[in-house]
């Protein structure tokens, strides 16, 4: 930014919710002109802190940030899961729960998952839901596995809570459950 302003000032502001409106503003102008590539994520990290919702026509511009994806994720994060513009962003969420090319460590695809799960939960999509049940189905690894079971869940209607206790099913046995729930689901409204 610029030798006036601290950016590990702002960051702290913004967990703590002290950022001034001229603060967020200044953030913003430097989003939207060709911010420092180090400062990049923690600049988005302000605005998303910040809940600064006005300046939500800058988010997307970095959802296709292929120098960093950490970056990508942070504004489908801030649209998506904090801001709840999920339907508005649609489009972009169904590209990445498929996948990107550039996204090799899944780091947008994972919040694109549970983000994708939680829309769910207040409409119906038959790509969204097709895509969630074959990342459910077709990962190798647990965490991952864990990730798109628990966006099924979620887009099933399940609480938080009843997905940290699998009582009385095991592990596995749940997991199988929620496919089978999801599928049904598939059945009913995509035919």
């Known amino acids: ?48 802190r910040s809940r ?3 300046y939500e026509r800058l988010v997307p511009g970095f959802l296709w940030h292929r120098e960093d ?6 504004a489908l994060q801030t649209l ?17 729960v498929k996948g990107v ?13 549970s983000a994708a799960g939680e829309l769910l939960r207040k409409i119906t999509d038959c790509e969204l839901l097709n895509s969630l049940i074959d990342e ?3 990962f190798d690894d647990d965490v991952n596995r864990r990730v798109a079971i628990e966006a099924l869940a979620r887009a099933l209607g399940d609480s938080y809570e009843a997905m940290a206790s699998f009582e009385p099913f095991t ?19 995509c035919g």
Request: proline share 5%; glycine share 4%.
């Open 136 to 138: 459910a189905t077709s």
């Open 101 to 113: 090319d550039w996204d090799s460590d899944d780091d947008v695809k994972g919040v694109a998952v």
């Open 1 to 48: 930014m610029t030798p006036e302003v601290d950016v590990d000032v702002l960051v702290e502001k913004a967990k703590d919710g002290t950022l001034k409106d001229g603060e967020i503003r200044r953030v913003a102008e430097v989003l939207s002109t060709t911010p420092p590539p180090d400062e990049v994520y923690r600049l988005l990290y302000v605005i998303a």
């Open 52 to 54: 600064a919702q006005s």
């Open 69 to 74: 994806p950490t970056v990508a994720r942070l």
């Open 171 to 189: 592990k596995s046995q749940w997991e199988d459950r929620v496919v089978k729930r999801a599928e049904a689901r598939r059945a009913k409204e």
């Open 80 to 96: 998506c899961a904090f801001w709840g513009k999920g339907e508005q962003y649609l489009h972009e969420l169904r590209l990445f």
